[in-house]
């Protein structure tokens, strides 16, 4: 380990084993999970828009294919960081 690498270890209260991930490993799940927080945000403020009858039926059409893409995009995104962490920790996590 370089003077430069800062160790992190992550230690469950249940567990005597630890887990070691670089900062660009966790700065990437960070990163993820913040984007997948904010579709899910415009998601939520969108719908509340269709609720509400703020848009015309074509806008919501549009605005329909918009977030099925949106939101398959992010659920690809959390599962493949969902995959990555089970990696890390060298098990599967709870389905």
């Known amino acids: 380990m370089s003077k430069n690498t800062k160790k992190l270890d992550i230690i469950k209260n249940d567990n005597n084993g630890s887990i070691n991930i670089s900062r660009m490993q966790l700065d990437s799940i960070a990163f993820d999970l913040d984007g997948t927080s904010e579709a899910l945000s415009d998601i939520g403020y969108l719908m509340s828009a269709v609720i509400n009858g703020q848009l ?4 919501v059409k549009s605005l329909a ?26 098990k599967k996590a709870i389905a």
């Open 65 to 90: 294919r918009l977030i099925q893409t949106n939101a398959e995009t992010w659920a690809e995104i959390a599962e493949r960081q969902k995959s990555d962490i089970e990696d890390i920790a060298g």
């Open 56 to 59: 015309n039926e074509g806008q």
